[in-house]
């Protein structure tokens, strides 16, 4: 049962352009969602992150927005840039004392120059 | 300042046999998490241990089990290797209280 859902395994952009990765979540008890970049033999990175009470969260190039009635979040990448390439992850989180978060199976982004 | 330490990288395992991974968190960590990724998949919790007890468990068999040291350090160990169990295991830390994970780069399991 995938609670939280990246559909497109993968993304391919021009460098200068925007890139938008989707999440779908089916748990509307999560209150907290987070996205990692992960490169080739390294593990994850955070990257970003929402609460829940929030529709928006800007760092940056980076941008989450929230959707709650869709269960929905897109992390938006502006502009891209080449470096950008890696695997993107969106977790989510229950609310509760152990910050366990709950993967997707990651979008594979590919930035060329 | 070290992050998270994870040895060895890369494992070649038989089936049946056994295979311990080690992990060392970040300074200032006291909790250690771990997770299996498999090929095309996003990284699936194992459990999670702190003050040196199994704190929560996702759904995995008992063939996986843990240890946490008195210096934060962990072991993931697993029995009776199965074809299945081939993949990349990552150990993340974190602190009590705070979120945010640290992960560490990964072991490449392959059974064979």
């Known amino acids: 049962d995938q609670q939280v859902k990246q559909n497109s395994p993968s993304l391919s952009v021009q460098e200068g352009r925007i890139s938008i990765l989707n999440c779908d979540y089916t748990n509307s008890m999560f209150d907290y969602f987070l996205w990692y970049k992960k490169y080739p033999a390294e593990g994850p990175t955070f990257l970003i992150s929402?609460?829940?009470?929030?529709d928006k969260n800007e760092d940056g190039r980076f941008t989450v927005f929230l959707n709650k009635s869709a269960k929905h979040l897109s992390l938006h990448i502006v502009p891209s840039q080449p470096g950008d390439s890696a695997v993107y992850f969106c977790a989510a989180r229950r609310p509760g004392g152990s910050y366990i978060p709950t993967f997707g199976r990651g979008t594979s982004l590919i930035v060329h120059p | 300042d070290a992050g998270v330490t994870q040895s060895p990288t890369h494992l070649i395992k038989t089936r049946g046999q056994q295979v311990t991974l080690r992990c060392s968190p970040k300074s200032g960590h006291d909790t250690v998490s771990w997770y299996q990724q498999a090929l095309g998949q996003g990284p699936q919790f194992i459990f999670q241990y702190y003050e040196e007890e199994e704190r929560q468990r996702g759904n995995f068999p008992d063939r996986f089990s843990g240890h946490q040291f008195p210096n934060y350090s962990s072991e993931l160990n697993v029995n009776a290797l199965l074809l299945g169990d081939s993949a990349l295991y990552l150990c993340?830390?974190?602190?009590?209280?705070?979120?945010?994970?640290?992960f560490g780069s990964g072991t490449r399991l392959t059974v064979v």
């Open positions: 929402i609460s829940s009470i929030k």
């Open positions: 993340a830390s974190s602190s009590t209280g705070v979120s945010g994970y640290t």
